[in-house]
């Protein structure tokens, strides 16, 4: 009889999470990536690079809209995206959704990610490009830093890119 | 089925550890479980959010997720992650003896 037990994989144990986009759509599968990796005991943090910036800018991340335009998981025609209105519309919509089903909004969301213990990142490079300063973002940020230095923050973990 | 035994109660769990059969925990046995999620000491804290996991599950049939714990245990999710370093809602759903909450947030 073989009584060898097939291999259990080794469970993941860290993640760093990468938000490269600043739609509501694309912020918020980065963000219940890390917030779920934490209630797993799992080590998280957040990269938040290009328009991701967005989801830790103070004044904009109450701001963060679905994309009508080139978006067609949305179902909603180009002409008609395009009518002035229509993102702020379909963002209150998803919004009102969102609330329904208990999910935070992202400024909450982002706090309480950080509160789980995440680290929170913003990438340096972004940063300049956009002429941006720590003073910019969020309280909860932790630090701007390089790309290198999101390598050794990451390392040892899985890295997800969104 | 597997079985183990806790404060001398033979008790069923699932292949994670969570109890199968929430009816089979008492209060007695959350210290020995506590110490096996690497939980020393059960503070009052700790005991807080145990009992509000076994008020939840004998309401709703299901544990809360950390986030429905940080908005309505009156445990902050910062002192939820001190209490329970490995994951508020899982660690404290073992030690409170009710199946794995479910949720995605």
């Known amino acids: 009889m073989n009584t060898e037990q097939p291999a259990q994989p ?28 934490r209630a797993e005991g799992i080590e998280a943090n957040l990269f938040f690079t290009f328009f991701g910036l ?15 335009v080139g978006n067609p998981g949305m179902h909603v025609a180009t002409w008609l995206g395009g009518l002035p209105g229509m993102s702020s519309v379909m963002t209150h919509v998803m919004e009102k959704q969102i609330a329904e089903l208990d999910i935070p909004s ?19 490079a972004s940063v300049d490009l956009f002429k941006m300063e720590k003073s910019d973002f969020i309280e909860q940020v932790d630090d701007i830093i390089t790309v290198g230095e999101f390598y050794e923050i990451a390392a040892g973990g899985q890295i997800i890119f969104t | 089925m597997p079985t183990k035994t806790v404060a001398g109660t033979t ?16 209060e007695e046995m959350a210290p020995e479980l506590a110490e096996a999620e690497g939980i020393d000491t059960l503070t009052d804290p700790h005991w807080t959010v145990i009992r509000f996991m ?21 445990v902050t999710v910062k002192e939820l992650y001190q209490l329970f370093p490995k994951g508020p809602a899982k660690i404290a759903a073992r030690v409170a003896g009710i199946p794995k909450p479910r949720g995605c947030i």
């Not at chain 1, 860290?14 to 219940?32: A, N, W």
């Not at chain 1, 992202?106 to 340096?124: N, R």
């Open chain 1, 10 to 37: 080794d469970p993941i144990e860290k993640v760093s999470v990468i938000i490269s986009r600043g739609s509501l759509d694309e912020v918020y599968p980065g963000l219940i990536m890390a917030n779920g990796a």
């Open chain 1, 54 to 68: 967005d989801a830790i800018h103070a004044k904009r991340h109450e701001h963060i809209k679905v994309a009508t």
């Open chain 1, 106 to 124: 992202i400024p909450e969301f982002v706090e309480m990610i950080s509160d789980t213990g995440a680290g929170l990142y913003a990438c340096k």
């Open chain 2, 11 to 26: 008790v069923e769990v699932n292949d994670e550890g969570f109890f199968t059969d929430p009816s089979q925990w008492t």
């Open chain 2, 54 to 74: 076994r008020q939840e599950f004998e309401e709703k049939g299901t544990g809360p997720t950390v986030r429905a714990l940080g908005k309505t245990s009156g």
